[in-house]
């Protein structure tokens, strides 16, 4: 039986959590506005569909050739989102977005070198799709479930540009810690499936 509470709930805090795209994103939508950072977030689109395919691929292969892995992906990554939890709660909610890139290839080639894109692609599948699905258009439409989660929030964060660094800066608390009591849910219901 799937799990679909515990897996959105992974993916929407690890979507909407600060990252490369979400703070990109941002910055891109407090100069440029909504509309102007659409380019950029539709190379984000695109990029992140063909990363959580091609990480679908990867851990489908791998789980099928070496079925003892799963077991030790679960622990780590259990320990990762721990570790994610922890570093989210003591965090002080300081973003610092840098200096904004425009433009679709800008976001498409960011999703290449992105790390979260590619431990949040890895764990969704090792942890919650690869133990109930194996057919290739259903892991396909989970890979582009994930690049669409993933796309959604970092439209909001253009949306909500300087204005959600804001919220999120003066609430940095109250949302830290609800962000890594998910996080820490996450974790312990990786090990309990």
């Known amino acids: 039986m799937f799990h679909w509470a515990s897996f959105l709930t992974y993916a929407v805090v690890t979507a909407v959590t600060p990252g490369p795209n979400n703070l990109m994103s ?5 100069r440029s506005g909504f509309r102007g950072a659409l380019p950029f977030n539709f190379g984000i689109w695109l990029g992140f569909s063909v990363v959580m395919l091609l990480c ?21 990554g259990a320990a990762y989102m721990l570790y994610l939890a922890w570093e989210t709660f003591r965090s002080r909610g300081e973003l610092e977005a840098g200096k904004a890139r425009e433009g679709f290839v800008s976001g498409l080639l960011l999703q290449f070198v992105n790390p979260k894109i590619y ?11 690869l133990p109930v699905y194996h057919q ?3 892991l396909a439409g989970f890979a582009l479930l994930l690049a669409f989660i993933g796309f959604f929030f970092t439209l909001c964060w253009s949306a909500f540009g ?10 940095a608390a109250v949302v830290n810690t609800i962000m890594a009591l998910l996080l820490v849910y996450c974790a312990f219901s990786l090990l309990l499936t």
């Open 26 to 30: 941002m910055s891109n939508g407090s």
């Open 56 to 76: 679908t691929l990867f851990c489908s292969v791998l789980s099928a050739l070496i079925p003892q892995i799963k077991l030790p992906m679960l622990v780590v």
């Open 119 to 129: 431990v949040y692609g890895i764990m969704s599948m090792e942890a919650y799709v």
């Open 136 to 138: 290739p258009l259903p």
């Open 162 to 171: 300087a204005i959600f660094q804001r919220l999120f800066s003066d609430h």
